[in-house]
């Protein structure tokens, strides 16, 4: 049986995470719904197919020769399943007692769907390119069986990523095995519930304080002197943890990443910089992107209120009181910035200074310190990430540019809203 990982309209509500990547690839817990698919399904890596938008289909095609919004590669029955769906042996057993022509509907959203080959063949027509409510109508309507599944297993907006992070950390990390710290490394809480991976550097007074929840991390990391980390908490392979750095419960910290001084409830997705003194607090990172010294992001609001953030252009009030912003794939902070509680900040920007609205993609915003804002061409951001990538050892793919090329030309008109400077930056 094919397994079909499909978008869908609540794809656009993790802007701008989800410019550059499909919502599966987003990371949840230790894990992306994706891999996490494919472990609880027990599918292989090259078995799985992908329905998305044509643009980010086309990247997965170019970029990891994976299947991607070709439906008549579907010769078998296959098993559809939400991107966003945050999978577990529970609802692994409920799809595998689900019979043919069976959809599993959550929220009013297809959270999964079973039809034998040649129904599956225009399911998976009716999935490409993120759909709304009609698609979800039609499948309905070729189903033979409507199965309830639990409210919360299908996720719709970041902060639920944000708020479900740790306990979804200290979940995963209950199914992970690894070595146990070396001797002369202070554990608080039980030994058992802190993990090192092979060749890892944990450096002198440092302390891993598992009292109130367990503690990953993974090959070759290095965490140096003076650092405090506290579980629920993942620190991924190959990254570095700066000294007197305090990773606080929450921190999901994906490959790759440099990380320093205060980090709490956050998500750094790959291949990202907060190396230095400041503070991120309940925020989602996206990859290559760099928090220059001090950067400082709020996550609580003077009044202690709910925080309201924009979702595909309408204020939507978000239900906590604890809630950073986004940061954008390639984007860029400055010395001393600081972003304000549920901001985002688009792909491939640059911020100077406070920044109290939503930032698009490809923009230098420096509003607060008397900068005018501009808009960043293609060409230069590409030759940007170029040097940025190369530092760490990977070479950016044609593919690659096309996909940056691509939300520029997306992003035009939000950019335009603001009416940036454009051609070669001038101080006003």
Known sequence: MKVVLFEDEATYNFDPLTLTR??????????????????????????????????????????????ANQPDKIDEE??????LLLLDSGLAKLISKAKPGAVGVCKDR??????????????????????????????????LEKISVDSNALITNYWEIIGRNAHQIASDLGGLKGRRPRSGVKVLGKASSVTV???????????LDAGQGPIYIGDKTVVHPFTSIQGPAYVGPNT???????????????????????????????????????????????EWV????????SDLKNTYGTISVMVKGKKVDSGTTKLGGMVGDHSKASIGSLLYTGKRVGVSSQIHGAVEED???????????GYPNWEIMPDPAIRTAKRVMARRGVE?????????????????????????????????
């Open 22 to 67: 499909g919502a599966f690839d987003l990371r949840l817990g230790v894990f992306s719904f994706s891999d996490r698919a494919r472990r609880v399904l027990r599918a292989s890596k090259d078995s799985v197919h992908y329905l998305a938008r044509d643009y980010i289909a086309a990247h997965i095609r170019a970029r990891d020769g994976k299947t």
């Open 78 to 83: 296959a098993l559809f399943v939400n991107g």
């Open 110 to 143: 297809v959270a999964f769907a079973k039809f034998g080959q040649a129904p599956s063949v225009e399911v998976a027509r009716l999935l490409m390119n993120a759909p709304g409510n009609e698609a979800v109508d039609s499948i309905l309507s070729m189903s």
């Open 197 to 207: 991976g092979s060749e890892c550097e944990i450096g002198p007074n440092v302390v």
């Open 240 to 286: 570095i943890i700066q000294p007197n750095s305090v990773i606080r419960e929450g921190s999901n910290i994906g490959e790759v990443c440099r990380i320093g001084g205060e980090v709490e409830e956050t998500v750094f997705q790959a291949y990202s910089n907060k190396p230095h003194a400041g503070f991120a607090g309940h925020m989602y990172v996206g």
């Open 290 to 297: 760099n928090l220059g010294a001090l950067f400082t992001n």
């Open 359 to 369: 930032v698009p993609s490809f923009l230098f915003y420096g509003k607060t310190v």
């Open 396 to 428: 950016m793919t044609s593919a690659d540019e096309k996909l940056l090329k691509q939300v520029f030309d997306m992003t035009q008109p939000e950019r335009d809203s603001l009416n940036p400077g454009k051609g070669p930056f001038q101080f006003s």
